[in-house]
């Protein structure tokens, strides 16, 4: 697609509960980033995916949260057992190999009750 | 980690009027990038600037890459109301083997009072 699509644009769940997030970043983009932006703050940043080469994942803040890329495209960020201190908005963003300027999603916007 | 320290927090300036909001990192950045986030929408990127002592500028935005690489500034002139949001430096180290993710600063609040 023209940009990079998130899905759902919000999600009220149950402490407790598992969710998933999806992200359909800018076809032929090989990177893929998740970014955690809460109330009046920056972007803290939870897990890189470039091509074919293992994630990193050294932004992740617990091993409540995971994140796969099928494909070398669509990407699932899963947070399980959630907390309320997960509410959040969570940001995708996609940049094509030579391209240093990231191109964001609009966000889901998580709210744990 | 890398910390980016942005300032001002948040700005109420009158519609015409310059403002200048800058970042100081305590580490070394190869790119400095500033982006705009509209209430309900992902960021968007407004300038990035590649090179030490690099001055961009993109219509009525300016911004600088600092000599040191630890700091960049964004001025914008003549302000009208469709410049409110929030405003976000960001820093990139390039280096092989190294991640390429931004850290971003806690941003800047804009509001353009008519």
């Known amino acids: 697609g023209a940009g990079v699509s998130q899905s759902p644009s919000n999600k009220v769940t149950e402490k407790g509960k598992d969710v998933e997030l999806r992200c359909d970043p800018i076809s032929g983009h090989t990177a893929l980033y998740w970014y955690r932006q809460s109330l009046g703050q920056g972007l803290e940043f939870l897990i890189y995916f470039q091509g074919n080469s293992a994630p990193d994942k050294s932004g992740l803040p617990s091993d409540r949260f995971s994140a796969e890329r099928t494909g070398g495209s669509v990407s699932t960020l899963t947070i399980q057992r959630t907390q309320q201190e997960d509410s959040a908005v969570y940001l995708c963003?996609?940049?094509?190999?030579?391209?240093?300027?990231?191109?964001f999603g609009s966000g889901t916007r998580l709210t744990v009750v | 980690g890398q910390q980016l320290n942005q300032s001002p927090q948040s700005m109420f300036i009158q519609e015409g009027e310059d403002v200048s909001m800058n970042c100081t990192s305590s580490s070394i950045f190869n790119t400095w990038l500033w982006y705009k986030q509209d209430p309900g929408e992902g960021p968007v990127l407004l300038i990035a600037l590649y090179k030490a002592g690099e001055l961009t500028s993109n219509g009525r935005l300016t911004a600088q890459f600092g000599i040191t690489r630890k700091d960049s500034f964004l001025n914008i002139s003549a302000s009208i109301p469709s410049d409110v949001g929030i405003y976000f430096c960001?820093?990139?180290?390039?280096?092989?083997?190294?991640?390429?993710?931004?850290?971003f600063g806690s941003g800047t609040q804009l509001t353009v009072l008519p």
């Open positions: 960001a820093g990139q180290i390039i280096s092989s083997g190294s991640a390429r993710q931004l850290t």
């Open positions: 963003a996609s940049r094509g190999a030579a391209n240093y300027g990231y191109t």
